[in-house]
């Protein structure tokens, strides 16, 4: 599977935005697709993932409440709506995809992770 990321950009603090991945190669719904960010200076870190086969989903402490991560089986892709942006959400943000392991859900394991897509850059400042 091929992924992409796109949808990044420059919003002002509170704002929001909202990321997509779009999949080739493979329906999206046949792995786990995680999302993870990285910030200047620090090292990548998972933000939030949704189950193949379940469409169950995970997110980290630090997002919870303030992104939504969802699937559109049709258009083969995964979006990520980020809302009550903050600077320290700044970041290049990446998703990636994992193989389904029968009975568990999406991991936040960046390593698990085969497929990458290139990153997207946001930024939240005034």
């Known amino acids: 599977v091929q992924l992409q990321a796109f949808g990044g950009g420059l919003v002002q603090p509170g704002g929001s935005l909202r990321l997509s991945c779009s999949a080739s190669?493979?329906?999206?719904?046949?792995?786990?697709i995680g999302w993870f960010r990285q910030a200047p200076g620090k090292e990548r870190g998972w933000v939030s993932c949704i189950t193949g086969p379940s469409g169950s989903t995970r997110y980290a402490d630090s997002v919870k409440g303030r992104f939504t991560v969802s699937r559109d089986s049709a258009e083969n892709t995964v979006s990520l709506q980020m809302t009550s942006l903050e600077p320290e959400d700044t970041a290049v943000y990446y998703c990636?995809?994992?193989?389904?392991?029968?009975?568990?859900?999406?991991?936040?394991?960046?390593?698990?992770?085969?497929?990458w897509g290139q990153g997207t850059l946001v930024t939240v400042s005034s």
């Open positions: 190669g493979a329906n999206v719904d046949s792995y786990n």
């Open positions: 990636a995809a994992e193989p389904v392991r029968s009975g568990w859900s999406c991991s936040s394991y960046g390593p698990r992770h085969d497929h």
